[in-house]
């Protein structure tokens, strides 16, 4: 037998049906002699692909060059089920589970696979995880819970604030003096601080029963509510959301040349505006269209149904500057959507770009 085998041979009787502490086995030859000392893996079975609402037995395999001390499983010791934890078990009660971290934007809490090793002594390895959507705290039970959400007008949510959406939370009678947790990710809850929202009957003139009246607004884009309630299915509702319009061109221009660019947004533009400081120095078009007497105006269509929003599509921004204007010349562009947001782009008459001929 080659000094090989015999230490392999020393891994598998030491490993058996358990797994393999430190001081079993020579690291510095197993090194010497290639084996790895990375862990794979996966979890295989045992996690819902809906809520969780109790605990979980959860199932799957590992292999590795070197001997794995331990294991967990969102810091639950993990079982061998074989040899080396190439098949192993778990069980996570859901009380644990409700003490992970829960990511705000999707409301999943991360279960996680964590080997370690003999070789290098006690090294960690993320070998696998999995997202799951856990049931909230217990406290009292609120059944029936819905949430209904009406949006603005404009069908999205302006990132100043100017306009909400409207929450009404609602669940049976005897969810009357109930709290629901409701939190938002990149925007605001006008609610309590705590984001308990106590449910009343009366409390919402959309709710048939117990119920309470939100208002969310947005701070940045896809804003994500999180309603939250015991013994219910948590629910996620995402807005869509924007900013100012955005105006991409050329800053200057020289005289006679003509420049491309766009104006953006997210949402809806109600109007774009152009002043000239000094007359005649600029022509302008916005998707082939001129100003009339320097205004653009949209006039958007309201929406008739929020589900089918789209933001406008990009226009089209033509500045071309007259021959006979002056350097230095200026003209402001500034656009609109329908909350009152708004971008401008100052624009200037260039020097006149040098020819190959005149470089040299």
Same mark, same amino acid.
């Given at each position: 037998?080659?000094?090989?085998?015999?230490?392999?041979?020393?891994?598998?009787?030491?490993?058996? /049906?358990?797994?393999?502490?430190?001081?079993?086995? &020579? /690291?510095?030859?197993?090194?010497?002699?290639?084996?790895?000392?990375?862990?794979?893996?996966?979890?295989?079975?045992?996690?819902?692909?809906?809520?969780?609402?109790?605990?979980? *037995?959860?199932?799957?395999?590992?292999? $590795?060059?070197?001997?794995?001390?331990?294991?967990?499983?969102?810091?639950?010791?993990?079982?061998?089920?074989?040899?080396?934890?190439?098949?192993?078990?778990?069980?996570? #009660?859901? &009380?644990?589970?409700?003490?992970?971290?829960?990511?705000?934007?999707?409301?999943?809490?991360?279960?996680?696979?964590?080997?370690?090793?003999?070789?290098?002594?006690?090294?960690?390895?993320?070998?696998?995880?999995?997202?799951?959507?856990?049931?909230?705290?217990?406290?009292?039970?609120?059944?029936?819970?819905?949430?209904?959400?009406?949006?603005?007008?404009?069908?999205?949510?302006?990132?100043?604030?100017?306009?909400?959406?409207?929450?009404?939370?609602?669940?049976?009678?005897?969810?009357?003096?109930?709290?629901?947790?409701?939190?938002?990710?990149?925007?605001?809850?006008?609610? #309590?601080? &705590?984001?308990?929202?106590?449910?009343?009957?009366?409390?919402?003139?959309?709710?048939?029963?117990?119920?309470? +009246?939100?208002?969310?607004?947005?701070?940045?884009?896809?804003?994500?509510?999180?309603?939250?309630?015991?013994?219910?299915?948590?629910?996620?509702?995402?807005?869509?959301?924007?900013? $100012?319009?955005?105006?991409?061109?050329?800053?200057?221009?020289?005289?006679?040349? *003509?420049? $491309?660019?766009?104006?953006? +947004?997210?949402?809806?533009?109600?109007?774009?505006?152009?002043?000239?400081?000094?007359?005649?120095?600029?022509?302008?078009?916005?998707?082939?269209? #001129?100003?009339? &007497?320097?205004?653009?105006?949209?006039?958007?269509?309201?929406? *008739?149904? /929020?589900?089918?929003?789209?933001?406008?599509?990009?226009?089209?921004?033509?500045?071309?500057?007259?021959?006979?204007?002056?350097?230095?010349?200026?003209?402001?562009? *500034?656009?609109?959507?329908?909350?009152?947001?708004?971008? $401008?782009?100052?624009?200037?008459?260039?020097?006149?770009?040098?020819?190959?001929?005149?470089?040299?």
């Amino acid at each position: 037998m080659t000094r090989t085998s015999r230490i392999v041979a020393t891994f598998v009787a030491v490993s058996g /049906c358990q797994a393999i502490g430190p001081g079993e086995i &020579d /690291c510095t030859l197993l090194a010497a002699r290639g084996f790895t000392t990375t862990v794979t893996g996966s979890i295989q079975a045992g996690v819902p692909s809906d809520w969780v609402t109790g605990d979980l *037995t959860v199932k799957g395999t590992m292999s $590795s060059d070197v001997g794995i001390a331990s294991a967990t499983l969102g810091g639950v010791a993990v079982t061998n089920g074989g040899f080396n934890f190439d098949t192993w078990s778990a069980t996570v #009660p859901i &009380d644990l589970l409700r003490t992970l971290p829960v990511d705000p934007a999707t409301g999943t809490t991360r279960l996680e696979l964590q080997a370690t090793t003999v070789c290098p002594a006690a090294t960690v390895t993320a070998v696998d995880h999995r997202d799951v959507l856990v049931t909230p705290v217990t406290g009292r039970p609120v059944g029936g819970l819905e949430v209904e959400a009406a949006l603005p007008t404009w069908c999205y949510l302006p990132v100043s604030g100017a306009a909400e959406a409207i929450l009404d939370v609602c669940a049976d009678a005897d969810a009357d003096g109930a709290s629901v947790s409701v939190t938002v990710v990149n925007g605001t809850l006008d609610g #309590p601080a &705590d984001n308990a929202v106590v449910l009343d009957v009366g409390g919402s003139d959309v709710c048939a029963e117990a119920g309470a +009246t939100v208002y969310v607004r947005a701070t940045a884009a896809r804003p994500v509510v999180t309603v939250r309630a015991t013994a219910a299915a948590p629910t996620l509702l995402r807005f869509d959301a924007a900013g $100012s319009p955005t105006i991409t061109a050329p800053a200057g221009v020289p005289a006679g040349a *003509t420049r $491309s660019g766009w104006v953006a +947004t997210d949402g809806t533009l109600a109007s774009c505006r152009w002043f000239e400081d000094t007359d005649g120095a600029f022509t302008i078009t916005l998707d082939g269209e #001129p100003p009339v &007497d320097g205004v653009w105006s949209l006039e958007p269509p309201t929406p *008739t149904d /929020c589900a089918s929003f789209a933001p406008d599509a990009p226009r089209q921004l033509q500045v071309h500057a007259t021959s006979e204007a002056p350097v230095g010349a200026t003209a402001t562009l *500034t656009c609109t959507d329908v909350y009152g947001q708004r971008a $401008s782009l100052p624009v200037a008459v260039a020097m006149a770009e040098a020819t190959a001929a005149e470089e040299g």
